[in-house]
């Protein structure tokens, strides 16, 4: 059983990135018996070399890591990562095919040089078209050119073998769009590491919050509200700012802890500066998982105000560690925001609405045990069986057969 997971990912380097969590994830829950290849890109090119297998270790696990281009994952440039990765794919494709290996994709684009070779392909995309493409203000490349994006879909959709998306209004464009692929298609919600995020005893948070109020200088009674996500206009931080500007008017003592790095900061804390009054609120940077889920089990919300939406991780990350949740009404968050003691949901992009909604939540009752439970299912084994059952199914030699 042999996986090759071809996408802009560098399993040394700390970012922010959903699909880079989902790769982790998906590494650390494959079966024992396979073998793990990943095609991607570098950070410290002395370390992980381009154009070289090089061994990483990956928790318990070691995989085998083959750069195609030194690039950090989230770094934006003139020509798109995208373009620049799959043209460097292209370039090194002999030298990272095997013949027995499943690929796995994270992007429309990279399966490109590999559309002709027999191998089982897996696609997983994280998104909806009507409001990644078709949406003006989505930050995806693709809408500068939205009929190239249409133009490679029809080209490469029908060469995968699977296409998994944690959206059901993503999966029902796709259907209505390609009904011969429909068998082809498939909901995968999105999954969290329990042995990471989970919930702890109230005494465990209570030295917790004790130790960021001593070291972020704040008092441990007061109401304290995280935020995990890029700062860019997907992420729409912006909004929050807002928001938060209205909440702290009515509650002074709340803080506001921001966690991530991305082209809008610069701007945030312009804008916070600006405000010329304390704001309790602090730019914590890129954070490893674990600290993550150490605020996480502390804090009293997390708050996201994306203008688009999967299934979102950092929810699923919060719900597990027992915090309750204020986010949009987008993508699949109201099937993780479905009992009152999870969090609230907001209609729209009004400020006012998500003050409001994040000051109603700080005043419930936690109930730390109702979040957890939503959030048990959707571990990597159970999520992930059937693709990995899937994959051990047609191993060790290339087949179609995958293809219904």
Known sequence: MEITILHPYDPGAEYASGIRTAIDGFLRAAPREATLRVVGCTTQPEERPVGRWTPFRMGDREISFFPVTTSHPAARGRIPMSLRFTTALQRFRKRVMSPTATLVFHRLETPLPFLKSPNPKLMFLHYAVPDQVLRKETALTWRHAPFVYFWLERRILPRMDRIFCPRKDGIAWWHAHYPQLRERIQFLPTFVDPSIFHAESESDRSRLRQEFATRRQFDPSDP??????????????LLLLRAWRILHAEHPRAHLMLVGKGELESNMRDIVADWNAPSNVQFLGTLPH???????????????????EGMSMSILEALRCGLPVVAPNLGENARLLCRPEAGRLVEGRDPAKFAAA????????????????????????????PVFDLVRQHSPAPSNAMRS
């Open 224 to 237: 304290l509200v995280l935020y995990v996500g890029r700062f860019d206009s997907q992420k729409d931080p």
């Open 290 to 308: 674990p600290e993550i889920a150490r605020w996480m089990k502390c804090a009293d919300a997390l708050v996201t105000s994306s203008a688009t």
């Open 358 to 385: 994040l000051g109603d939540l700080l005043a419930q009752p936690r109930d730390r045990d109702a979040c957890v439970e939503i959030a048990t299912p959707y571990t990597p084994e159970r999520v992930l069986k």
